[in-house]
């Protein structure tokens, strides 16, 4: 069923928000951006703006959350061909950590915002259901080990999961290059799956 004129008009305002913001927050980083800026780019009051997001958190949440499913796809794509499991696994993990360090300020503001905001907000339980689809992925190719049983494949998911998160987030990471975060993750995981 087509949208309304009203929906679609709020449609559009969404639609620009989100262009702003991504515009902005790629060029500047989240923290330097103001609310105030994005809603002038996108042609808006900040009342309005804060109607579609209350926090500048939320905008990027919004804005990173459609990015990070894409690269959740594209590393379950991957996964598909490869015939390892830590292989298979880091194959999942690298879309998304390539994804998390195109803009460094940006992916751990995304990181802190995901786990310690509002899960109620629906960006925030959207981001936090990317997290869940991620651990679904990974533990489906855990199970392709028999020695890993079912339960543990889900277990040892959200500690792939944990690794990935504090790997990407942590101060002392800043620095390194996707391939040096990459490789951080794979010495932790192949510690983890069984030999």
């Given at each position: ?6 929906e ?21 980083g ?13 042609d808006?009051?900040t ?5 579609y997001a ?12 459609a ?5 959740l ?9 490869v015939p ?6 880091l ?8 994804c ?5 300020d ?7 915002e995901m786990?310690f ?26 199970r392709?080990?028999?020695r890993?049983?079912e339960?543990?494949a ?18 002392v990471?800043?620095a390194?290059?996707?391939?040096e ?8 995981v192949?510690?983890?799956?069984p030999?």
């Open positions: 069923m087509p949208l309304g004129r009203r679609r008009k709020k449609q559009e305002k969404l639609d620009r928000i989100v262009a702003a913001a991504s515009e902005l927050f790629a060029e500047h989240v923290d330097e951006v103001t609310t105030q800026q994005i809603a002038d780019k996108a808006i009051g009342g309005t703006l804060f109607l209350k926090t500048k958190g939320e905008l990027l949440l919004l804005v990173q959350n990015k990070y499913v894409e690269a796809e594209q590393g379950r794509a991957d996964a598909e061909t390892g499991v830590l292989d298979a696994v194959a999942i993990v690298r879309p998304i950590v390539e998390n360090r195109i803009q460094i940006n992916g751990r503001t995304y990181l802190r786990v905001g509002d899960p109620e907000e629906p960006r925030h339980g959207a981001a936090l259901a990317i997290v869940v689809q991620t651990e679904e992925a990974v533990a489906a190719v855990l392709r080990d028999e890993v049983a339960g543990d889900a277990t040892l998911a959200h500690i792939v999961s944990a690794v990935m998160f504090l790997s990407m987030a942590a101060s990471n800043i390194l290059s996707v391939e975060i990459v490789q951080d993750i794979r010495g932790q192949e510690v983890l799956l030999r």
